[in-house]
């Protein structure tokens, strides 16, 4: 423990001297890698590297140690500094939260998951499934999911268990159930299952905003989908119409995506 410690102490620090980035030099550098300065590289991810500890704390209770979840975060930063695009008005942290956590899951269904599950496209909707209905028939879940119902049934027992601690306890002979069962964080499969969601969603909402108009797409683009929206005074003034006509475009083009995105997730 203490060598976790002092280990994730030096990593904190280490972050801390990094050189938070604005906006302004975050876009700069991006560009710079964009175009093939790899020297670029470096800052952006130094950036963003106490933003790492702070998503790998969210999985400290899965029973990896903490470092490990840093350093497979540090690879979901990296996959995401590759993929960036400052032009689409976020910044690096918020973009690289998704690859970080995806790494970070990854990494614990492969190495702490004891019982492998959702390898199959029926067994994620069935992951889904219970895990937004709690249904415990093994028929219903199977009618709902597509699987048979001799595959639900064996895995029932895992969804509904969850996983078991293999640390040892003080009184191995009176252990209590609530000492058998693993802790209430969520788990690999519902992380996985999650992200998988994730993408799917992400891509419909991409689909969604490809079908719009020029101007439908710049409104949506910028006001939901940054994280600093435009106001609809000046989006009017950029297009040349009121900031009422700006509103009833956005309302018009939501409700079009809400349409397109039902069909799709």
Excluded at 27 to 48: F, I, K, S, T, W
Excluded at 123 to 149: C, F, H, I, N, W
Aim: one cysteine or more.
């Amino acid at each position: 423990m203490a060598t976790t410690t002092n280990a994730l102490s030096l990593y904190r620090t280490e972050a801390a001297r990094s050189t938070r980035l604005t906006p302004e030099a975050e876009r700069e550098l991006a560009l710079r890698y964009q175009r093939g300065d790899q020297g670029a590289r470096a800052p952006l991810v130094a950036g963003c590297l106490d933003f790492v500890v702070s998503v790998a704390l969210e999985y400290r209770r899965w029973g990896a140690p903490i470092e490990d979840l840093v350093q497979e975060g540090n690879i979901g930063l990296l996959k995401a500094v590759e993929h960036f695009d400052p032009s689409r008005g976020v910044r690096l942290a918020t973009y690289a939260r998704f690859w970080i956590r995806a790494e970070i899951r990854e990494f614990v269904a492969r190495q702490y998951r004891m019982v492998r599950l959702g390898s199959s496209k029926g067994e994620r909707r069935a992951l889904r499934l219970y895990r937004k209905t709690r249904e415990q028939r093994p028929d219903v879940l199977a009618a709902m999911s597509g699987l048979s119902t001799e595959r639900v049934t064996a895995m029932l027992p895992m969804l509904i268990a969850g996983d078991l601690s293999l640390s040892p306890q003080p009184d191995e002979d009176r252990q209590s159930l609530l000492d058998r069962i693993g802790d209430g964080a969520v788990s690999a499969e519902d992380a996985l299952a999650d992200a998988d969601e994730a993408r799917r969603l992400r891509d419909a909402v991409s689909s969604a905003v490809a079908e719009l108009s020029v101007r439908e797409q710049d409104i949506i683009r910028r006001r939901l989908l940054t994280d600093d929206p435009i106001t609809l005074e000046r989006l009017g003034a950029s297009w040349g119409v009121s900031k009422e006509r700006v509103r009833q475009i956005e309302e018009a083009a939501k409700a079009r995506m809400r349409v397109r995105l039902q069909h799709a997730v």
